[in-house]
């Protein structure tokens, strides 16, 4: 539809910015249309290039391309949050009870990181959380639960 002009103070590796139009049928057979944007970016160190469709028209070519390049790291945030932390049911059904269980899981999940990164022996952030789960009501430092974890 229209080729969106990259700016010069963007790096090389931004080939193109469109906006394009895309047909497809939905479940119904009726055929649908949606606008959306592509933005081609060459990586010099796999040799490839990446094809990045959004539907977001309000940023450069350069925030989708980090964007995309960050959604690893988020999908294994979530992973990570989604094995050690279960939320298999919610304990209140309002949106606020939701938002406050769903915070305090991102907040154990990062003071879990920072203690990770502050132990001086390798272990498994799993098995972390899984020692922290087992001594929950009882009253022990954690780094000497995970030395006694370590010797057995």
């Known amino acids: 539809m229209e080729e969106i002009e990259l700016p010069d103070n963007i790096p090389d590796n931004y080939i193109k910015d469109q906006k394009i139009q895309v047909k497809y049928k939905d479940d119904n057979k009726k055929e649908q249309i949606v606008i959306l944007r592509r933005v081609v970016y060459y990586d010099n160190v796999k040799d490839r290039v990446f094809e990045f469709l959004t ?11 980090l964007l995309y390049k960050k959604r690893w790291q988020i ?9 050690n932390f279960p939320l298999k049911y919610f304990l209140g ?16 999940n990062l003071l879990f990181t920072i203690i990770k990164k502050k132990i ?5 952030f799993s098995n972390l959380v899984s020692i922290a789960r087992q001594h929950l009501f009882s009253y022990h430092k954690l780094n ?9």
């Open 55 to 65: 539907n977001i028209m309000d940023m450069t070519a350069e925030e989708i391309g």
């Open 75 to 83: 999908e294994l945030l979530f992973k990570q949050l989604k094995e």
């Open 93 to 108: 059904d309002n949106e606020n009870a939701i938002k406050i269980q769903i915070w305090c899981t991102l907040i154990a």
């Open 120 to 124: 001086k022996k390798p272990i498994a």
């Open 144 to 152: 000497e639960l995970i030395k006694k974890a370590e010797n057995e």
